[in-house]
């Protein structure tokens, strides 16, 4: 069974960097044709997808996020991560690992794994 753990402090000072940390287990990242990403749930709202590693290295970012985003891999402790810099307390969330499907024209295919999700607060 694939597994996703999510990891890194849970509370984050407003105009510094989030960074977390997916380790994956029971599959590996680099694995055809499988995207890893970043999903979050701020309270009381919906889930936003913040964006993507694929398996062969692409990443993909919601525009709305981009300019403070980068996703990075470490594929020999099969983990990834994410780096969300110059957070505010709007960047207060849990925040979710999972494997997306495939479909002919990249990702979209549908979440198969999540990790258990983490919360992470901005604050002074």
């Known amino acids: 069974q694939v597994q996703l753990q999510e990891s890194g402090p849970g509370l984050v000072t407003p105009s510094q960097t989030l960074s977390l940390t997916c380790t994956v287990s029971?599959?590996?990242?680099?694995?055809?044709?499988?995207?890893w990403s970043w999903i979050r749930q701020p309270p009381g709202k919906g889930l936003e997808w913040i964006g993507y590693?694929?398996?062969?290295?692409?990443?993909s970012y919601s525009p709305s996020l981009k300019t403070r985003t980068s996703i990075s891999r470490d594929t020999s402790k099969n983990q990834f991560t994410l780096q969300l810099s110059s957070v505010t307390p709007e960047d207060t969330a849990v925040y979710y690992c999972?494997?997306?499907?495939?479909?002919?024209?990249?990702?979209?295919?549908?979440?198969?794994?999540w990790g258990q999700g983490t919360q992470v607060t901005v604050s002074s």
């Open positions: 590693i694929g398996y062969s290295g692409s990443t």
């Open positions: 029971g599959g590996s990242i680099t694995t055809n044709y499988y995207y």
């Open positions: 999972a494997r997306d499907r495939a479909v002919v024209a990249g990702p979209g295919g549908g979440y198969d794994y």
